[in-house]
Nanobody, 118 residues
Framework: QVQLVESGGGLVRPGGSLRLSCSAS????????MHWYRQTAGNQRELVAM???????EYAGSVKGRFIMSRDNGKNTVYLQMNNLKPEDTAVYYC????????????WGQGTQVTVSS
């Protein structure tokens, strides 16, 4: 069992920055593929960024060039640095840890609210 705890959300003005953190319990953190999703009311969760266990990082087109995902396996933590925030980035952001393939499974954090507004 893995517990994920997000932090760092809040209210920020357009053009501002926030850094989200997601801390994981357990000892197999480096084996997990880590994801940041976001969700607005009435919509499905949208994949924002992912960091695979092999070290590759990918971004959704809507955040590429503005968001940076990183991970520190020694601290069991992933980060999402969000720059040049826009009102459309307003959402609840969720951390997800997943093992891919047959028998794969995943875990979710409780989410952290990010609001971009003037």
């Amino acid at each position: 069992q893995v517990q994920l705890v997000e932090s760092g959300g809040g209210l920020v003005r357009p053009g501002g920055s926030l850094r989200l953190s997601c801390s994981a319990s357990g000892s197999m953190f480096s084996m997990y593929n880590m994801h940041w999703y976001r969700q607005t009311a009435g919509n499905q969760r949208e994949l924002v960024a992912m960091s695979t266990s092999r070290g590759s990082i990918e971004y959704a087109g809507s955040v590429k060039g503005r968001f940076i995902m990183s991970r520190d396996n020694g601290k069991n933590t992933v980060y999402l640095q969000m720059n040049n925030l826009k009102p459309e980035d307003t959402a609840v952001y969720y951390c997800n840890a997943a093992i891919y393939g047959n028998g794969g499974y995943d875990y979710w954090g409780q989410g952290t609210q990010v609001t971009v507004s003037s």
